[in-house]
């Protein structure tokens, strides 16, 4: 059996057997070497964890975790969507269009789906219960619309992409991911809608409008979260790294001093955590450079680009097959773990079709952020129907529904590239062709 099929073999085996994801690339990695190069190579596998971590622009990762672990305990969720709800007002419909844009607005403080769903989910699913949404149909619509937090900027998976890919600007593809996530957004709240106003869900008459003013006081100060970290990168005040600092001070601040929800006992936990889930994703990193250095030398990225190429020249048509591929993928593994697994395989091919790499890499993003809630994983679905106290299986066909809606939206994307790359384009990045 040839070298890379043993690599690519014991991997899937390993993934299979349950052993974690890191491990899996690990073994995988070593796999490949001792089949296919001199024994002696193995003497690498120090050096390429180590290379692998040991990249200035990953400091920005755990800084941003603790940013959305910050948010996310400080009660900002609570003050946006008081102050939504004062904007959006009584209607049938009214908390879903809450949920979506106070969604939003969280994944421009925590980068993180998962965090962003636990955030919104806590403050949502009580009002929502009591406004008559079934339980399932609302956990699948914050679930889904937290989702795109992997687009709105600060994104880690985003981050980790400007690593993985060479030559990409990390603040074109930040400010590029800023129309599809909205995008995504709405795409949400138009079966949302539906379904509130076909079912009478959510009696205006019964729900409370919020005072405006006070709400908007109130909700300020997060508010301003993604206005500091983004007119920062825009103005060229700090770069990515330094705003992941920036936005920890200023989560510290907000929680501590002006919401007061934090005290310094809190932050040590809160840093515990913070640094516990930042050992995981530089342990899968760390391990993935074997698997990277491994089907590099040995040939088996470009190997399996080249079979996929046999079976199409046309680049629609693979683009096609990469994006199932990718929604398979997010459908089993986190979007870490998708990147540093499967842009070393696309990379060729977007190499090949000249594919614009900011543009490819939201697509993945809005790919991988489908998966994020469609079973049999769907991570962000396991936090809300966890909080909701329901089971995932009966949340299956709600999400399906909103599947198929951002779907439409990363169609859209696909058809028309300016949706992504003229923003950065306009703020005088450079995107390349498109």
């Given at each position: 059996m040839s070298p890379d099929l043993l690599m690519i073999g014991s991997f899937l085996l390993a993934l299979m057997l349950g052993m974690p994801v890191a491990i899996?690339?690990?073994?995988?990695?070593?796999?490949?070497i001792v089949a296919g190069l001199p024994p002696t190579m193995l003497g690498t596998f120090g050096t390429n964890t180590y290379n692998s971590v040991a990249k200035y622009p990953l400091i920005a990762i755990p800084l941003f975790i603790l940013t959305g672990l910050i948010f996310e305990r400080a009660g900002v969720a609570a003050s946006l969507v008081r102050f939504a709800q004062a904007i959006i007002g009584p209607r049938h419909g009214g908390l879903t269009v809450v949920a979506v844009l106070v969604c939003l607005i969280m994944g421009g403080m925590s980068g993180s789906g998962p965090a962003d769903a636990a955030a919104v989910a806590m403050v949502m699913l009580p009002s929502m219960r009591k406004a008559g949404y079934p339980q399932p149909f609302s956990a699948s619509l914050i679930a889904a619309s937290s989702s795109t937090a992997i687009l709105i900027p600060p994104s880690i998976a985003l981050i980790l992409y400007?690593?993985?890919?060479?030559?990409?600007?990390?603040?074109?593809?930040?400010?590029?991911?800023?129309?599809?996530?909205?995008?995504?957004?709405?795409?949400?709240?138009?079966?949302?809608?539906?379904?509130?106003?076909?079912?009478?869900?959510?009696?205006?008459?019964?729900?409370?409008?919020?005072?405006?003013?006070?709400?908007?006081?109130?909700?300020?100060?997060?508010?301003?979260?993604?206005?500091?970290?983004?007119?920062?990168?825009?103005?060229g005040l700090f770069t990515p790294t330094e705003a992941a600092v920036v936005a920890v001070a200023y989560g510290v601040l907000v929680g501590c001093v002006l919401y007061r929800n934090l005290s310094i006992r809190n932050l040590w936990s809160l840093m515990t955590e913070a640094a516990v889930t930042s050992g995981v994703v530089m342990f899968i990193i760390a391990l993935a450079g074997i698997f990277a250095w491994a089907g590099t030398t040995l040939g088996t990225f470009q190997h399996l680009a080249d079979a996929l190429l046999s079976l199409s020249e046309n680049g629609w048509v693979l683009l096609g097959l990469v994006m199932v591929l990718v929604l398979i993928a997010g459908m089993l593994l986190d979007a870490i773990s998708i990147y540093l697994i499967l842009i070393p395989i696309v990379l060729p091919l977007m190499n090949h079709f000249g594919w614009n790499p900011i543009w490819f890499g939201i697509l993945l993003a809005m790919n991988i952020a489908i998966g994020q809630f469609t079973p049999p994983v769907a991570v962000n679905l396991m936090v809300t129907t966890r909080i909701a106290n329901i089971r995932l299986e009966h949340t299956i066909g709600w999400a399906m529904v909103f599947v198929a809606a951002m779907a439409v939206s990363l169609v859209l994307v696909m058809l028309v590239p300016g949706i992504a790359l003229w923003l950065p384009d306009k703020l005088g990045y450079v995107v390349g062709p498109w």
């Open positions: 899996a690339l690990g073994l995988g990695g070593v796999v490949g400007s690593i993985v890919v060479p030559g990409v600007d990390l603040r074109a593809l930040f400010a590029a991911g800023i129309f599809p996530g909205i995008l995504a957004g709405v795409s949400l709240l138009a079966p949302a809608l539906y379904f509130a106003k076909k079912y009478r869900w959510e009696d205006p008459e019964a729900v409370e409008r919020p005072p405006f003013w006070p709400s908007f006081k109130a909700a300020l100060p997060a508010l301003f979260a993604p206005v500091i970290i983004l007119g920062g990168l825009r103005s």
